[in-house]
């Protein structure tokens, strides 16, 4: 789908819930899409792969792969550390695969300001109310309150952040949502979206 013969970056964010990990995986079942496999310091989840879903290390090891430069991003989320292997990604690109990132705005900002020779898009995921992201979460984190209340406590913050991305999607359906990023990833830059509506519509998360 990149017009060019080097593979292209493509970042999903969000807030905490809002469904960016999903959206990512289905995204990565197409043709010539990878996704890249974050290193992390928080303990994996039910179900959770270690390889596949992340690579699980210890802050030590963390640091360490920190002062060697050895990631592209990397960003301390809710305590835990998250980060992108340079070297897998860059062997990736030149091979002319497609890297899908499920990073935060910490990230997406060390990527963008490396002006890397890659070809570059950038998406904000918004969930459709802030009812329905606590729903998610509460059945995400299996009813681990405080858990969910810290995740929320970030949400503002998280929020505030849409700006700085290429496009807002709204992810009021699964599918729905998925075919809009699709649209927009075969664009290859031409479509415009409603600033003014999803202005409105963080607004109305906001409150």
């Avoid at 989840?45 to 090891?61: A, L, M, S």
């Avoid at 963008?112 to 009812?131: C, D, E, Q, V």
Wanted: aromatic share 10%; hydrophobic share 35%; glycine share 4%.
């Amino acid at each position: 789908m990149s017009s060019f013969k080097k593979g292209g970056m493509f970042i999903l964010s969000s807030p905490s819930g809002a469904g960016k990990t999903t959206l990512v995986k289905k995204i990565s079942k197409n043709k010539n899409f990878l996704i890249s496999v974050s290193h992390t310091t928080r303990l994996p989840r039910p179900n959770e792969v270690n390889g596949k879903d992340y690579h699980f290390i210890t802050k030590n090891n963390f640091k360490k792969l920190i002062k060697k430069e050895k990631f592209l991003e990397h960003a301390k989320v809710f305590n835990n550390y998250y980060g992108s292997s340079k070297e897998i990604i860059i062997e990736k690109l030149e091979k002319g695969k497609n890297v899908i990132f499920d990073i935060d705005w910490q990230g997406t900002r060390q990527i963008k300001n490396k002006r890397l020779n890659y070809n570059l898009l950038t998406i904000f995921i918004l969930p459709p109310s802030k009812k329905e992201l606590l729903k998610r979460l509460i059945k995400r984190e299996k009813k681990n309150i405080k858990t969910v209340q810290k995740r929320m406590k970030y949400f503002k913050k998280d929020l505030l952040k849409w700006r700085e991305y290429d496009y807002v999607i709204i992810n009021d359906d699964l599918q729905r949502c998925y075919k809009k990023i699709m649209k927009v990833i075969k664009s290859k830059n031409n479509i415009i979206f409603d600033r003014s509506f999803i202005t409105k519509h963080v607004k109305k998360l906001l409150n």
